[in-house]
């Protein structure tokens, strides 16, 4: 039997208020399997800043004692409904996703301390705090999701410049 291609389209919708419903669902589900390795579960990304528009995709990320005891529970993180896809061009980190052409959630895996933690909830609470640079952000995701619509990496790669500018803001927001 031949497999078909997935092909991904990418979609940017208005906020959903249901989002971080689904996030705590979500995270209560991770928490459960490996509760013995976490520290703290965050949800980051588009769906987590209010009123912006997002891949209706939710980003879970789980702060946990040491990441090599994560590969342990690869089997229990399978069964609901999770793709191992390993550190996934990110040293350290353990990635999962949910779904394949209509994908769910993410889930980005890091050991406490690692410094992709911080980068990420700064660039959350940077966009939270700074609404008229989330409106920014939400204005290229809608540019790139009609340029891009069947080409992930092209939009990953059109969001790139942002991002890291945004990062860079964040973090000497955090330092003040």
Do not use: C
Request: glycine share 6%.
């Amino acid at each position: 039997m031949n497999e078909r291609p997935t092909i991904r389209i990418i979609e940017v919708v208005p906020h959903n208020s249901l989002w971080k419903n689904h996030f705590l669902r979500e995270a209560n589900k991770i928490n459960n399997i490996m509760k013995a390795e976490i520290v703290n579960i965050h949800h980051i990304g588009s769906t987590s800043i209010p009123g912006i528009y997002a891949k209706p995709i939710i980003d879970i990320l789980v702060e946990v004692k040491d990441i090599n005891k994560v590969d342990n529970y690869y089997e229990e993180v399978k069964g609901l409904g999770y793709i191992a896809r390993g550190e996934w061009g990110i040293s350290g980190r353990r990635y999962f996703v949910k779904g394949m052409s209509e994908r769910t959630h993410h889930v980005h895996i890091y050991q406490n301390g690692s410094s992709e933690i911080k980068r990420h909830l700064l660039f959350r609470d940077y966009l939270i705090e700074h609404p008229e640079e989330a409106k920014q952000y939400e204005e290229l995701k809608k540019m790139l999701a009609d340029k891009y619509r069947y080409d992930t990496a092209g939009y990953i790669d059109g969001k790139d410049a942002f991002i890291k500018e945004i990062d860079r803001k964040a973090f000497e927001w955090a330092r003040e």
